[in-house]
């Protein structure tokens, strides 16, 4: 599991109030930026990663391409870690579609993390 102290820092620079109940998720939710999201590259069709916790992401799939119920592709990180995914669309609801698949290796997490952790302390102007 990624370190606490980051996941809690994080989410305070995504804006999040720290959640003082029972945490039912095995895994963080890693909530990107617009413009920080990792690609998850499925033929020609490119889909924004928009959350990730575990092996459950959420896509934004703007030009709403119709995909089948099982998905193959490549997820080209913001850290630039490239990670290959299988998975099943188990939810869709207008351009966002929810997918099941096999879990984010840690090392990848906690790379992502870090990227994200960089990236808004630099937005507030403040040194990593």
């Known amino acids: 599991m990624v370190d606490n102290e980051l996941i809690a ?4 620079y995504q804006g999040k109030v720290e959640y003082v109940g ?3 998720r095995k895994y963080v939710r890693l909530i990107y930026p617009p413009s920080k999201r990792p690609v998850l590259i499925v033929g020609n069709y490119n889909l924004e990663i928009v959350d990730i916790s575990g092996g459950v992401m959420k896509l934004f799939n703007y030009m709403q391409h119709k995909l ?3 998905i193959q592709g490549m997820i080209d990180f913001s850290s ?5 995914v299988k998975g099943e669309i ?7 579609i929810g997918l099941l698949s096999s879990s984010i290796p840690r090392f990848i997490i906690e790379n992502e993390v870090e ?3 960089r990236y808004f302390r630099e937005k507030k102007g403040k040194p990593y």
């Open 115 to 117: 990227y994200l952790l």
């Open 9 to 12: 820092r994080l989410e305070r």
């Open 90 to 96: 188990v939810w869709q609801y207008k351009t966002e």
């Open 68 to 70: 089948g119920p099982n």
């Open 22 to 24: 029972h945490e039912k």
């Open 80 to 84: 630039g870690v490239s990670y290959e």
